[in-house]
């Protein structure tokens, strides 16, 4: 029972049985009862005061003295000003209990044949170095952003696209070639994308070197230092033969390209592992290697529709000025593409895989005039999702100063910060006592279970557009708007649940198996707290379909906390398994059993995991 809908469509009969007039549905207001009022659901009466041509006092007595005599639902109301307040009926509270009890996944949509498709971008690496702290965001907002559309009823697609060539990659190649003596990930024992990641950084550090000589010897011959330095960037030796190991890349060398295969399959290997530790996936891998020709195919074939102009040294430009924007490079005087070009390119690729019908970019918020650029871009070229594609733009995510510096110095690697979380869940657990009757091997899961439901909680419950600091201690809390709280409360309610379906609690049921049919309509109250909880889980589809509009994971985060919350304050005022009345004792475990599947879903939509127990 949708008691929501039943509501408005019931004013609406009202409204033409008392004033003969038709109303649309949005002109009836219906929401929650605020708290401190009786009642659980307020209609709003000034928008029907031109209608009925009465007070609003007597237009909402009128209202609800016809709602109480013709809709059964509703059991009394009362009348606060120009505010209708409604007491829904017991019978209808438990009858919406049951619905929620025979829908497994209640609250969500499934994705039909006629669908649109979605597709998703995030995560987007670099080769040339491991997923650090901003990824872990990335992927993090990606992942649950396509849960949350597939749960309103969308077809998702999950692509990344990986940064595999250019300059920077050809930085660890050489610095391989020159310092590297043949080591691998096996003869090193380090993950592949933190060996190549070292590579990175030396490349760094010895140019950094020359650079400074080749300076110090130009201000020797009468540059000013500034100048000196600009010029030593460009003409040591490092870079130059930096520059030449890409031009022999684009020339398809198979000496460079066959290190390039190498290193990067070491790389993948490397991300690999970190994403299966995050616990995200995609369904399609783009290459850059593989989109910038294409990407310049593109732009070339809008150059000639007109849609595209070349200036006198040979680049490719588009005009944005009639959008309010400037001139936008597309192709270098040399032919050779940009970001923009090779974003053309993968966007071809992928609406030549997918019927494309909306496009989501997940990232960082210093792309914005990028994704701007390129929206409009798209749409000129003909790509139908082109104009209206998402850039779903996130804030920074930085540490507490001092905090977990990676062995490059300046960001903080994923691996070490997942690492550091699922240590402190084991250790807080410990102390906590939580642990004494389990093995290691149950203590060792359930420690990354919270650890990583810790670090994924504290991030997405955060509004993605704003920067954000991480602190891992306060992650790690059992009480308060944390993903352990969360964890332990679900944890808490499985193991009541076990009970009642055993005085054996060590006998593993299934979780139906605690109880049986659904509820009788006669005979059985409902308290106020026991309502609370009812309405709260039925406000899971609408915060469901608002995250979807909203692009917002927060959102669900948001929601499963006030959900917790207040089942934990309904736990501490009502007894379950010591409740004498059998038939309390049984909606009782019936609201527990829906709380947790409640939970366990919507925490999927984040992408973390609940344990049965803590």
Request: glycine letters at 8%.
């Amino acid at each position: 029972m949708n008691i929501e809908n039943k509501m408005v469509t019931s004013v609406i009969e009202a409204v033409k049985a008392l004033y003969g007039q038709d109303v649309p549905e949005k002109m009836v207001q219906i929401q929650k009862t605020k708290a401190g009022f009786e009642g659980n659901f307020t209609l709003v009466v000034f928008p029907f005061l031109k209608i009925s041509k009465k007070k609003p006092e007597d237009t909402a007595q009128e209202i609800g003295e016809w709602m109480k005599e013709h809709v059964e639902i509703v059991a009394d109301f009362n009348v606060v000003k120009g505010f209708l307040n409604f007491v829904i009926s017991q019978t209808a509270w438990l009858e919406l209990l049951n619905d929620i009890d025979a829908d497994e996944h209640f609250g969500e949509k499934t994705a039909t044949e006629d669908s649109p498709l979605v597709m998703i971008e995030y995560s987007s690496p670099n080769t040339n170095k491991p997923l650090h702290l901003g990824h872990v965001r990335n992927n993090l907002l990606g992942w649950s952003l396509a849960q949350i559309m597939a749960a309103n009823g969308n077809k998702v697609v999950k692509t990344n696209i990986v940064n595999d060539r250019g300059i920077h990659i050809c930085k660890s190649m050489l610095a391989w070639l020159k310092w590297g003596n043949g080591e691998t990930p096996e003869s090193s024992g380090k993950k592949g994308d933190h060996l190549i990641g070292d590579y990175y950084v030396l490349f760094d550090k010895h140019y950094r070197e020359e650079v400074k000589a080749l300076a110090a010897q130009l201000v020797l011959s009468g540059l000013t230092a500034e100048k000196a330095e600009e010029q030593a960037k460009q003409e040591a030796p490092l870079i130059k033969e930096a520059h030449e190991m890409l031009v022999k890349w684009e020339q398809n060398d198979p000496e460079v390209r066959a290190l390039w295969e190498k290193m990067n399959s070491w790389v993948y290997a490397g991300f690999d592992e970190t994403y299966k530790k995050l616990g995200v996936s995609f369904d399609k891998i783009y290459y850059e290697s593989q989109t910038y020709l294409k990407g310049k195919a593109k732009v070339e074939e809008g150059l000639a529709k007109g849609l595209f102009e070349r200036h006198e040294d040979n680049s490719v430009w588009a005009d944005l000025t009639n959008e309010g924007l400037d001139q936008k490079l597309l192709l270098r005087s040399d032919g050779t593409s940009v970001y923009m070009t090779q974003d053309i390119g993968t966007a071809e690729m992928r609406f030549n895989d997918y019927p494309i019908d909306k496009m989501i970019y997940v990232v960082g918020n210093e792309q914005n005039y990028h994704f701007q650029v390129l929206s409009i871009l798209l749409d000129r070229l003909g790509f139908k999702w082109g104009k209206e594609l998402v850039h779903f733009s996130y804030g920074m995510v930085e540490l507490p100063n001092g905090k977990m510096k990676s062995r490059e110095g300046t960001v903080v690697d994923a691996d070490d910060l997942m690492q550091l979380m699922v240590d402190d869940a084991l250790k807080t657990s410990i102390e906590l006592g939580k642990f004494a009757d389990m093995s290691d091997e149950e203590r060792n899961e359930i420690a990354r279970i919270v650890g990583m439901g810790a670090l994924k909680y504290f991030i997405l419950k955060v509004d993605a557009r704003k920067n954000m600091l991480f602190n891992p201690e306060e992650s790690i809390d059992f009480n308060g708007n944390t993903g352990p709280f969360i964890q332990y409360t679900h944890a808490r309610i499985r193991s009541i649940l076990r009970k009642a379906a055993t005085p054996d609690p060590s006998i593993k049921r299934g979780e139906g198996e605690a109880l049986g049919v659904p509820l009788p309509m006669e005979g059985v109250g409902v308290a106020p707290k026991e309502v609370e909880l009812i309405q709260k889980m039925n406000e899971y589809g609408a915060a469901v379909e608002q995250a979807g509009k909203d692009y917002s994971p927060s959102g669900i985060a948001n929601y499963c906390y006030e959900l917790t919350k207040v089942f934990n304050q309904f736990y501490n005022d009502y007894s379950i398994l010591n409740e004498p009345d059998e038939q309390k004792k049984q909606l009782r475990l019936v609201l527990a059993r829906n709380v947790a599947k409640i939970i366990k879903n919507s925490m999927a939509l984040l992408g973390i995991e609940v344990p049965e127990r803590m």
